[in-house]
C-alpha cells in the first residue's frame, strides 16, 4: 500500500507541477485582456445583478431550471468548503505569509477564467429528457469542438473526481463530529446519507432551494465568528499585512518557521491554493451555472466574478487573518488545526462554532458534488441512469465515514489535473465564442441605459 501511495504521490506531483500553475494563470490573463478586464468593468454590474437578484425587483426572462442567485449558491457551495479553512492555513505553514498575496492574484486572474468557463457553459447548454437544462465543459468540448471522446473523457474523470469528493467531504464529517462534539462515524455516515437523500430526491430543483438558505447562514457563522477572533487580535493585524505583502517577494528566507520561506514558495502554494479554492479553471463551475435562467450567457457569467471574490477575497482571506493575528503559526501544532485552535482560544463555545461551520461547509460541497454526478451520467448514459445515482452517492458518503483516504485524496488530485488540462484548451479554442458574447452583452447593456434615458 505504501508502495502505491509513493507512486500516486510521484505523479500527483508531476501533473500538479509549476507548468500547470503558470498555465492556470496565463489563461487567466489571457481572458482578462480578450474581455478587456471583466474583473473591473463587469463587478459593479455584477454586485447590481445580485442585488436585483435578492430584492426581486428585475426578473431575468429565458430559459432554465435555477434562478441565477440558486446557481451561484449552488456554486458556491461546491467551491466553499473546508479547503477554505485547513487548505489556506497550509498554504501559510508552506509557502509563509506571502502565500495570501499571491493567492489573492490568483483569485483575480480566475475571475476572468471563471467567467469565460460559465459563458461557454450557457452557450452550449442542452435540454435533458426530464426538462431541466445541463451544460459544462463536457457539452461545449463536444458541441464546440466537435471533440465527442475527449468529452466523454472529461466526463468520466468529473464523476471520478466528485466521487472520491464524497468519499472525502463525509469523511471530514465524522472527524469532526466525532474530534468535537463525539459522535461515532457510523451516526455520522447515516445522519448525513439520510439528509442528503432528503434534498436529492428533491432535484436540482430542491438543491437549488436548500442552497441559496443554507450558504449564507453557513458563511455569516464563519464570518462573524472568524470577526470575532481577529478583532479579538487586532494589535496583530498591522503586523500581519505587513508580513503578507514583505514575504510575498522576499528573495532569501529569513529566519525559520512560516517567515523562512522565499518568493518561490510563496508563490507556489498561493497560487495553487486560490485556484484550488475557487476552482477557476476545473470545470466545475459551468456546470451548476448551466442550469440558470437568464437571457444572456455573459449576464450569468458576472456571477462567476462574484464566486471567486466570495470565495478567494473574502472567506480565504478571513482564514489567512484568523491564522495569522491568534499565533497559531508560531506553535508545533498541525496547520489543520490552526483554525480550530485560534477559535477554541477565544472561548470553549467557539470550538464548537467552528465545528458547525466545518461541517456545513462539507455537507454543502457534497450536495453539489451529487449534481456533479448526475449531469456527468446524464451526458454519458441518460436521465434514468443518472436518477439511481442518487443512492450509489448515498453508499459513497456511508462509506466516506467509516474509512481511512489518503489514497483517495492522492487519485482526486490526479483526476483534477486531468480535468484541468482539457477544461483550459477549449477554453483557448473557443475564445472567439467568449469575446462575441462579452461584447453583445455590453452593447445590450448600453442600449438599455440609452432607453432609460
Excluded at 36 to 54: D, W, Y
Excluded at 118 to 147: C, F, N, Q
Excluded at 294 to 319: K, M, N, W
Excluded at 323 to 343: H, K, N, R, W
Amino acid at each position: 500500500m505504501q508502495g502505491l501511495e509513493n507512486i500516486l504521490e510521484k505523479i500527483s506531483g508531476i501533473i500538479w507541477g509549476n507548468y500547470l500553475i503558470i498555465t492556470l494563470i496565463g489563461v487567466g490573463l489571457f481572458f482578462t485582456i480578450l474581455t478587456k478586464g471583466i474583473q473591473i468593468k463587469g463587478f459593479p454590474l455584477a454586485v447590481r445583478e445580485l442585488i436585483n437578484s435578492l430584492k426581486g425587483e428585475k426578473e431575468v426572462k429565458g430559459e432554465g431550471t435555477l434562478s441565477s442567485f440558486q446557481a451561484l449558491c449552488t456554486a458556491l457551495s461546491s467551491c466553499v468548503g473546508n479547503g477554505n479553512i485547513v487548505g489556506v492555513a497550509t498554504a501559510i505553514a508552506s509557502g509563509g505569509p506571502g502565500a495570501v498575496f499571491w493567492m489573492w492574484a490568483a483569485g483575480i486572474v480566475g475571475m476572468a477564467t471563471k467567467y469565460a468557463e460559465i459563458v461557454l457553459g450557457m452557450i452550449y447548454r442542452e435540454k435533458a429528457e426530464d426538462g431541466t437544462y445541463v451544460g459544462g465543459p463536457m457539452y461545449y468540448i463536444s458541441k464546440g469542438l466537435k471533440l465527442k471522446k475527449i468529452a466523454f473523457i472529461f466526463a468520466l474523470l468529473m464523476f471520478l473526481q466528485i466521487s472520491g469528493g464524497a468519499l472525502i467531504q463525509s469523511n471530514a464529517v465524522a472527524i469532526v463530529m466525532s474530534d468535537i462534539f463525539k459522535v461515532k462515524p457510523i451516526f455520522s455516515g447515516i445522519l448525513m446519507g439520510g439528509v442528503i437523500l432528503s434534498v436529492v430526491v428533491g432535484g436540482v430543483q430542491r438543491l437549488g432551494k436548500v442552497t441559496e438558505r443554507l450558504l449564507p447562514v453557513m458563511a455569516l457563522i464563519y464570518f462573524f465568528g472568524g470577526l470575532v477572533v481577529i478583532i479579538s487580535n487586532i494589535n496583530h493585524i498591522p503586523y500581519a499585512i505587513m508580513n503578507i505583502v514583505s514575504c510575498a517577494f522576499r528573495v532569501e528566507a529569513v529566519g525559520g518557521g512560516v517567515l523562512g520561506h522565499t518568493i518561490k514558495e510563496a508563490m507556489r502554494f498561493g497560487v495553487a491554493r486560490g485556484l484550488y479554492s475557487n476552482e477557476a479553471g476545473e470545470g466545475s463551475a459551468p456546470v451548476l451555472h448551466s442550469a440558470a435562467i437568464t437571457d444572456h450567457p455573459a449576464r450569468q457569467g458576472l456571477y462567476g466574478l462574484l464566486e471567486v471574490f466570495i470565495d478567494t477575497v473574502v472567506i480565504c482571506s478571513l482564514t489567512s487573518f484568523i491564522v495569522l493575528t491568534s499565533g497559531v503559526t508560531e506553535t508545533d501544532i498541525s496547520p489543520a488545526i490552526y483554525v480550530m485552535t485560534a477559535f477554541g482560544n477565544i472561548h470553549i463555545l467557539f470550538r464548537y462554532l467552528i465545528g458547525i461551520s466545518m461541517v456545513l461547509f462539507a455537507f454543502s460541497t457534497v450536495l453539489s458534488q451529487w449534481y456533479f454526478g448526475n449531469v456527468t451520467l446524464t451526458y454519458m448514459f441518460n436521465v434514468k441512469v443518472a436518477e439511481k445515482f442518487k443512492y450509489v452517492f448515498i453508499c459513497l458518503a456511508l462509506l466516506g465515514s467509516l474509512s481511512s483516504l489518503k489514497i483517495v485524496w492522492l487519485i482526486q488530485d490526479i483526476v483534477l489535473g486531468l480535468m484541468i488540462i482539457p477544461n483550459l484548451l477549449a477554453l483557448l479554442l473557443l475564445n472567439k465564442d467568449v469575446k462575441k458574447a462579452t461584447e453583445d452583452f455590453f452593447i445590450m447593456i448600453k442600449n438599455e441605459r440609452k432607453e432609460k434615458c
